[in-house]
């Protein structure tokens, strides 16, 4: 038999190391070895089983932890008016009449009330508007629906509401077709939008206040 011993200590490599496609290779380790995976923590290790499922408390509805919900729990939302300070709102709910100064992680302050709505369809407290000199005034603009009309209304801080303007057509269904929309315009004059009340032929007809953009 023959026996004999070969040196391939010169010759070149034939298999080299490739790049991985896991996550850890946008992190190439010095010594060029291959990660090693390691196990993540169980999201239940840092809980204290002994303290059973009631430990954690449930969260509040209507004081939610999400940071970017500003006011829960509110009853039919509509308009909304952002204040000076561009942190804090006051928002009407359109079916109670009541207007509510909301901000982060405080809550809801009602400051002011309208009576005598009729919510039935779309109807209710609608569009809000700051005055253009609220800083000064603190006066607000509140479009709303009667038993009897839509009208717009002016409310001074600690006042009841008074009627500015009146006698636009509500529609007498249920479905609606109100408007309500409000907003001060760059000429400082307040500027209204109204539904057709139902009829769309009120909207074409240049004598009839529904379907329009008052000023």
């Known amino acids: 038999m023959l ?3 070969a040196d391939f ?3 070149p490599a034939e298999a080299t ?3 991985s496609l896991s996550a850890a290779a946008m992190h190439p380790q010095d010594d060029g070895s291959f990660p090693i995976p390691t196990t993540a923590a169980s ?3 840092s809980v204290d089983p002994s303290a059973g499922p009631s430990a954690a408390a449930p969260e509040d509805p209507c004081r939610p ?3 970017t919900i500003i006011a829960a729990c509110l009853d039919a939302p509509w308009g909304l008016a952002v204040l000076p300070d561009g942190v804090s709102a006051l928002v009407g709910e359109r079916t109670t009449g009541r207007i509510l100064r909301v901000a982060p992680q405080t809550d809801p302050v009602e400051v002011a009330r309208v009576d005598g709505l009729d919510a039935t369809g779309d109807g209710g407290l609608l569009g809000l508007a700051l005055s253009p000199h ?3 005034d603190g006066l607000l603009y509140a479009f709303v629906t009667t038993p009897t009309d839509n009208r717009i209304v002016r409310i001074a801080q600690g006042d009841v ?3 500015i303007f009146t006698g636009i057509p509500r529609d007498p269904a249920p479905a609606g077709h109100n408007g309500g929309r409000i907003a001060f315009g760059p000429d400082g004059m307040l500027y209204a939008s109204t539904g057709d009340a139902g009829d ?5 007809d240049k004598n009839d206040l529904n379907g329009k953009i008052l000023r």
């Open 43 to 45: 999201p239940s290790s």
């Open 200 to 204: 769309k032929g009120e909207a074409q």
């Open 17 to 19: 190391v490739q790049a």
């Open 9 to 11: 200590s010169t010759e």
């Open 65 to 67: 932890a999400d940071t």
């Open 134 to 136: 609220y800083a000064e």
């Open 3 to 5: 026996a004999g011993c």
């Open 161 to 163: 509401p008074k009627d």
